[in-house]
């Protein structure tokens, strides 16, 4: 019986709607004074190019830069592109002292997505001469009723790790000697995860994305560059799988020692994360943010891991988590204290 309603709720979701997180603006890879750097890649990792929507077209809002390119013979425009932005992200950051980080998590619009991060650069007490932000925008997919974020889920568990291998560790790559603050929501720690090293993709994932001509694995490792590494994570959308190594899903994945510490939340009254514990042989799990198990399995092997308990919050919007007073702390303790 349990199998029969998993088998219907499963049908519901696949005839749900749901979108990708496209820029509204034909150059949304920009800098923005005094000291921003917008970041916007697709649902394979490529940065948006300039005047995209016709550069690359025909462009089909479900597809990707990369086969759109590929297929018109024009992919040297996102090579010579990337080559382009990367620079500028490496000269922006070049005389400053500390880089911060923004990571959204599925299921998120670029408008929204701005709304919560121009919230979150109130609660830091920024320094426009000496830190740098860059807002990173992926491709989390978008749906506009609960059954759709469900749907969505599962691609978008792969285009985070896309997103992350592809697109942030290039950014990553760029900065030299510097204290990195990476805050991410939901399943924004696995954009984070995935450009500190090569994450485990999901088999039907990794298959689907190489049938379409997209190779997933990066032999661009994340650079020695002797920089400090702080990542906060709330609400993370993870589970233990996202620290194994493909090869070997039984064992631990290795981190630079660049990465310092870490910080996550654990909520067990998060309706998102629970929605997802009791599906999560077929859906990936969210057991980090939700479950201390988890973390102290995590713990047991990685000692950059600290937590803090949200338990209470039933809400798993990344405005909510932004605006708990146990946030605060968080930056208190994890950068201003830095």
Not at 85 to 100: C, D, G, P, S, T
Not at 145 to 159: H, L, R
Not at 207 to 219: H, M, S, Y
Request: charged share 20%.
């Amino acid at each position: 019986m349990k199998k029969f309603y998993l088998i219907i709720w499963l049908c519901i979701i696949l005839c749900s709607c749901s979108a990708n997180n496209i820029p509204t603006s034909t150059n949304p890879n920009i800098q923005i004074p005094p000291n921003t750097s917008v970041a916007f890649v697709d649902l394979n990792g490529n940065f948006y190019p300039e005047n995209w929507n016709t550069q690359i077209g025909p462009y089909k809002k479900t597809s990707s830069l990369y086969l759109t390119a590929k297929k018109n013979n024009i992919a040297y425009i996102l090579t010579n592109f990337e080559t382009k932005k990367l620079a500028e992200y490496h000269q922006n950051v070049l005389n400053k002292k500390r880089v911060f980080i923004f990571v959204h998590g599925y299921n998120n619009d670029a408008a929204k997505t701005k709304r919560n991060y121009d919230l979150l650069r109130t609660k830091i007490n920024l320094d426009p001469i000496q830190d740098e932000i860059i807002e990173f925008y992926w491709d989390g997919l978008v749906s506009k009723d609960p059954i759709g974020s469900a749907k969505i889920w599962f691609y978008a568990t792969g285009y985070s790790q896309m997103a992350g291998e592809f697109g942030l560790r290039k950014i990553l790559n760029e900065i030299h000697n510097k204290d990195i603050f990476i805050i991410s929501h939901s399943r924004g720690a696995s954009v984070v995860l995935s450009s500190l090293s090569n994450p485990p993709y999901n088999d039907d994932f990794r298959r689907d994305t190489e049938k379409l001509g997209i190779a997933v694995d990066n032999k661009i490792p994340l650079s020695e560059n002797t920089n400090r590494i702080v990542c906060i994570m709330l609400a993370p959308a993870i589970g233990e799988i996202d620290f194994t190594k493909q090869s070997d899903n039984e064992a631990y994945r290795t981190f630079s020692s660049q990465l310092k510490n870490i910080h996550i939340t654990i909520n067990k009254d998060d309706i998102v994360l629970k929605k997802f514990v009791g599906l999560q042989r077929k859906l990936n799990p969210t057991t980090l943010g939700y479950d201390k198990k988890a973390y102290n399995n995590l713990k047991s092997t990685y000692n950059f891991f600290t937590v803090d308990n949200f338990d209470g919050q039933n809400s798993h919007s990344f405005d909510v988590y932004i605006n708990n007073p146990k946030f605060q702390q968080m930056v208190e303790t994890y950068i201003k204290n830095r």
